[in-house]
């Protein structure tokens, strides 16, 4: 899906155009949702997983520190099989 800088600080965008929930699940990395629909996130614990509702918009941000070939992708196994599912590597 993308390469992303080793050691730098990135910010992925994400939105719900569907009319379910969605719990994106990222591996590898603890990310911190900075934003919903365009609001700052009022809590921003570190997580691995974000459940996005329909129609929202949500960005997070982390640090791309451990290196390799990570899968991001729906906890929901018939939207994973459906295609809601890619790898993104840190190089």
């Not at 569907?18 to 590898?28: E, K, N």
């Not at 919903?36 to 929202?56: C, F, H, K, M």
Request: glycine share 6%.
């Amino acid at each position: 899906m993308l390469t992303l800088e080793k050691d730098k600080s990135h910010v992925i965008a994400m939105t719900n155009a569907t009319a379910w929930h969605h719990p994106i699940h990222l591996h590898g990395h603890s990310f911190r949702v900075i934003s919903r629909n365009g609001q700052p996130a009022r809590y921003r614990e570190w997580r691995d997983t974000v459940l996005i509702s329909p129609r929202e918009k949500v960005e997070i941000a982390f640090v791309a520190d451990n290196p390799g070939n990570w899968m991001f992708h729906c906890h929901i196994l018939e939207h994973q099989a459906g295609g809601m599912m890619a790898v993104f590597r840190v190089a």
